[in-house]
């Protein structure tokens, strides 16, 4: 997927490689939303790359999940773990959601493979 000219899935794939010593070792998911978002910061110049922004403007972020049958719309706040963004606007281009699966699943992935 390329998102401005930007492969991201090189990216990050490049990131799991670096970062496969940590990633194995089971560090947190804000460790790796930190690393993340190091990695991708030179490849996005006019944009900011924050991890754990809540904001859209000056209101806090919200999504729209659902719709009942009688037309309401249900939000909920929207914490992502690394997004590409413009600040105190609603420009965003790319959220991640980071998640480090326990020991247990990555040993029965290697396993398996």
Not at 45 to 74: Q, V
Not at 100 to 112: H, L, R, T, V
Request: hydrophobic fraction near 35%; aromatic fraction near 8%.
């Amino acid at each position: 997927m390329k998102i401005e000219g930007i492969d991201v899935e090189k990216s990050l794939y490049d990131f799991i490689q670096e970062q496969s010593d940590a990633l194995q070792n089971n560090i947190s998911e804000q460790a790796i939303s930190h690393q993340l978002a190091t990695k991708l910061t030179p490849y996005f110049p006019g944009w900011t790359i924050d991890c754990k922004y809540d904001r859209e403007g000056n209101d806090i972020k919200k999504l729209m999940y659902a719709i009942s049958p009688k037309g309401h719309i249900f939000q909920r706040e929207v914490v992502p773990d690394v997004i590409i963004h413009r600040r105190i606007t609603t420009e965003n281009l790319l959220a991640i959601e980071v998640k480090n699966p326990p020991i247990e699943k990555q040993a029965s992935k290697i396993i398996q493979n």
